[in-house]
């Protein structure tokens, strides 16, 4: 796992999310070679709001991989989960926490728990 292709093998997992991802893209004024936490903070993290409301399937898939992430041995790689992604959604209100937390592994829950520190 490399820093450069986690978007690329992020989106690759929601291939009918396409146009969603575009959209979120265009809005956010953001793509693909914006550095992988702006794409997590900006696009990911909206993305996963989203599909964590609609499809369990997904949220499942997007928290799977933030697991893979977290496991990857890299810290470069670790840090988006932790400092991007977990960052953005354990600032929202505790009902969605609640429901993300849902789809956490077990190093998701141990970086959520340090993360959230922050935000008690």
């Known amino acids: 796992m490399r ?8 989106k690759a997992l929601f291939p009918d999310d396409s146009e969603l991802f575009k959209e979120i893209e265009r809005e956010a004024g953001t793509d693909s070679e914006s550095g992988m936490h702006v794409v997590s903070g900006m696009v990911v993290v909206p993305f996963v709001t989203r599909i964590a409301k609609e499809s369990h399937d997904k949220a499942k898939r997007a928290f799977d991989y933030f697991e893979t992430m977290e496991t990857s041995g890299d810290p470069r790689i670790a840090e988006v989960v932790e400092f991007t992604v977990l960052e953005n959604l354990l600032t929202e209100d505790k009902e969605m926490v609640s429901e993300y ?4 592994g077990p190093e998701t829950t141990i970086a959520a728990k340090a993360v959230g520190k922050w935000f008690n």
């Open 101 to 104: 937390a849902k789809y956490f």
């Open 3 to 10: 820093s450069e292709e986690l978007y690329i093998k992020f």
